[in-house]
């Protein structure tokens, strides 16, 4: 299996903040890497896809980029609505398989 | 508008069986692959597997083999996903998501549905 890694796993930022979250595949996945976020009780709702490709109706302010085996998403200006979980996910080849999870906290 | 919605929450005993659904509406339902993900309280997200419901071509996570089992009824646009006899560690929220693919070949999950919560405990 493929096996997909973030950091940080926790992340604590402000307002207005940007940050970045990373994701390593342990073997080249070229640019078969999509984001979501989740919320408390809720679907994982689809970022970006294809590493850096933006969902119809998210922020601009997200950002994907990478291919191979690094990968990175970056919000710039956090708002209130951003602190969430967020999950990178692997369709290159199944079993498809997620990153851990990056849980981004208000400071 | 495209939507995937599935059936409620269910609280089961050790041993029991159990089939959760995922009824689509909004696109050709035929020609999508949906995926069946668990998350476990607290922790991240699995995929269990997949199927067509155009021929209903499977492929089941290996870790999730002997486990359960992915069907569709193409007249009711449904997808379901079956459990043969139930353990406390199938505690966990299951999501369905339909599967897009670009000309490129890398593909993504979107829309997901809500999620069921299944519960076992003696």
């Known amino acids: 299996d493929i096996q997909m890694t973030q950091s940080p796993s926790s992340l604590s930022a402000s307002v207005g903040d940007r940050v970045t979250i990373v994701c390593r595949a342990s073997?080249?996945?070229?640019?078969?890497l999509n984001w979501y976020q989740q919320k408390p009780g809720k679907a994982p709702d689809l970022l970006i896809y294809g590493a850096s490709r933006l969902q119809s109706g998210v922020s601009p302010r997200f950002r994907g980029s990478g291919s191979g085996t690094d990968f990175s998403l970056t919000i710039s200006s956090l708002q209130p609505e951003d602190f969430a979980v967020y999950f990178c996910h692997q369709t290159y080849r199944p079993p498809y398989t997620f990153g851990q999870g990056t849980k981004l906290e208000v400071k | 508008e495209v939507r995937l919605v599935q059936s409620g929450a269910e609280m089961k005993k050790p041993g029991e069986p159990l089939r959760i659904s995922c009824q689509t509406a909004g696109y050709a339902f035929n020609s999508f692959w949906i995926s069946w993900v668990r998350q476990r309280p607290g922790k991240g997200l699995e995929w269990m597997g997949h199927i067509y419901p155009g021929d209903s071509d499977t492929t089941l996570n290996p870790s999730f083999e002997g486990q359960v089992t992915i069907s569709v009824d193409k007249s009711l646009y449904t997808a379901y996903l079956h459990f043969n006899s139930l353990k406390a560690s199938d505690t966990a929220m299951y999501f369905c998501?339909?599967?897009?693919?670009?000309?490129?070949?890398?593909?993504?999950?979107?829309?997901w549905g809500q999620g069921t919560l299944v519960t076992v405990s003696s």
């Open positions: 073997e080249t996945i070229n640019i078969h």
């Open positions: 998501a339909r599967r897009l693919r670009s000309g490129a070949g890398y593909s993504w999950f979107d829309p």
